[in-house]
Nanobody, 125 residues
Framework: QVRLVESGGGSVRPGQSLTLSCTISGVTPYYYSIGWFRQAPGKEREGISCISSARTSPYYADSVRGRFTISGDVSKKTVYLQMNNLKPEDTAVYSC??????????????????WGQGTQVTVAS
């Protein structure tokens, strides 16, 4: 059974940092696409960063490029999202999604097959 578990969320002040972790169990895929998504109240889920066995570099949404960094290794079962210079507009529930397929477009939530339960990130002064 494939399972994703996010951790590392919390409440911080603007300008501070957080690192989220997505721990994978039940599968060690050779071909994969895994991404971080977030959903703020009243808004649609947004794909903010992803890596894929079909890509040579990560994807970042414009809203987080230069502030967030995705890292980790699916074969080592953990993928991270380092979030620096957090802003109030980053407040959302953050989730990781996985599909056992190497896709060059990996930031679309409809392609993900497995999801974690999400972790809350709140940025407020």
């Amino acid at each position: 059974q494939v399972r994703l578990v996010e951790s590392g969320g919390g409440s911080v002040r603007p300008g501070q940092s957080l690192t989220l972790s997505c721990t994978i169990s039940g599968v060690t895929p050779y071909y994969y696409s895994i991404g971080w998504f977030r959903q703020a109240p009243g808004k649609e889920r947004e794909g903010i960063s992803c890596i894929s066995s079909a890509r040579t570099s990560p994807y970042y949404a414009d809203s987080v490029r230069g502030r967030f960094t995705i890292s980790g290794d699916v074969s080592k079962k953990t993928v991270y999202l380092q979030m620096n210079n957090l802003k109030p507009e980053d407040t959302a529930v953050y989730s990781c999604g996985l599909v056992i397929s190497g896709l060059t477009v990996c930031h679309t939530d409809s392609i993900m097959r497995y999801w974690g339960q999400g972790t809350q990130v709140t940025v407020a002064s």
